[in-house]
């Protein structure tokens, strides 16, 4: 089974701080993807990427960067932290097609003070 | 727009009972379909695709797709306590690398 993992698990910021949330994927996979998750909202895509060296903005980039250094590796930046950037952040792999099932890590639970 | 809609959005059925989710896409360029679950505290994780017109049965589950209506469904038969979890409707095309989500279909299964 594809290995997406996520860290950190749990995080607190405070407004204004910067962020990095990182994923790692042990599949080889393309395409790599960020989403937030909040009640009401569903899964929302933030940013994606077809390989290294690409990012892509996804439905909701604002306030939001990503990293693609290497096929493994995948990071969420958020620069300058605000309250309503508290979620449930979502990494997921999948291959290049359209027709693949992605595979989503635990997730990581961002607090923002 | 939300290209993907989901209903209901919460359902509750007792154990052993049959629970069917609904799905309707906006976009007649889709062609594959999944769909996806969350248990409580956990990333989603794929449940079961179907890309043909008819119905896939895997198990106790059974998804149905219709393209003419852009509808797909999900029938789970004889539910159990451990299915209680929150399922995802999801569709893509060959455009795009990307799967467009719905919102979710949160299912309560009673013993």
């Known amino acids: 089974e594809a290995a997406v993992t996520q860290s950190p698990r749990n995080k607190v910021a405070v407004t204004g701080g910067k962020v990095t949330l990182s994923c790692n994927q042990t599949n080889n996979h393309n395409n790599m993807y960020w989403y937030r998750q909040d009640t009401g909202h569903g899964l929302r895509l933030i940013h994606y990427?077809?390989?290294?060296?690409?990012?892509e903005k996804g439905d909701i980039p604002d306030g939001y960067k990503a990293s693609r250094p290497s096929q493994e590796n995948f990071s969420l930046i958020l620069e300058l932290a605000t309250p309503s950037q508290t979620s449930v952040y979502f990494c997921?792999?999948?291959?290049?097609?359209?027709?693949?099932?992605?595979?989503f890590g635990p997730g990581t639970r961002l607090l923002v003070l | 727009q939300q290209k993907v809609q989901q209903s209901p959005e919460s359902l509750s059925v007792p154990e052993g009972g049959m629970a069917s989710l609904n799905c309707t896409s906006s976009?007649?360029?889709?062609?594959y379909f999944w769909w996806y679950r969350q248990h409580s505290g956990e990333g989603p994780k794929a449940l079961m695709s179907i890309f043909s017109d008819g119905d896939k049965k895997e198990g106790r589950f059974t998804a149905h797709l219709n393209k003419a209506s852009l509808h797909v469904s999900l029938h789970i038969r004889d539910s159990q306590p451990s299915d209680s979890a929150l399922y995802f409707c999801?569709?893509?095309?060959?455009?795009?690398?990307?799967?467009?989500f719905g919102d979710g279909t949160q299912l309560v299964v009673k013993p």
């Open positions: 999801a569709a893509s095309d060959l455009r795009n690398n990307r799967i467009f």
């Open positions: 976009d007649r360029n889709f062609q």
């Open positions: 990427s077809y390989g290294a060296g690409s990012t």
């Open positions: 997921a792999s999948g291959d290049l097609t359209g027709q693949d099932t992605q595979y």
